[in-house]
């Protein structure tokens, strides 16, 4: 008999406004904090921490300074163009990236991979 529990999708496509971004954490406080940004059907996640001092990019818990496309890390102001793999293009840690996530979608539910 199979013990194992089946992994809970992260959330609904529809949770994430179309062109933006959702902050995720987890229910277990060891897990990660994501970061999901939308478009259209398409999502892409990375986790919720920056590369350059590695704290958590939101500015409140899950609310992020996002703007046409690029992020910007509360803590020191990276900015993170999300269309490039999350490659910082300005600030302290410019030519780095935010760690991705592998994610899928499927029937309108976002899982991790
Ligand atoms: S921790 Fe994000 S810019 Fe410094």
Known sequence: MDMTTP??????LADIPDGGV??????????????LWRNGDAVCAWLNI????????????????????QLTCAVHGATFALAQAGLCVQGP????????????????????D
């Open 50 to 69: 920056c590369p350059h001092a590695g704290r958590r990019m939101d500015y409140a818990p899950n609310l992020f300074l996002f703007k046409q496309g």
């Open 93 to 112: 840690c410019r030519g780095e990236s935010l760690t991705a996530v592998p994610l899928r979608v499927a029937d309108g539910m976002v899982w991790r």
């Open 7 to 12: 992994a809970a999708p992260l959330c609904r």
């Open 22 to 35: 959702l902050g995720l954490d987890p229910p277990d406080p060891a897990g990660d904090a994501l970061l």
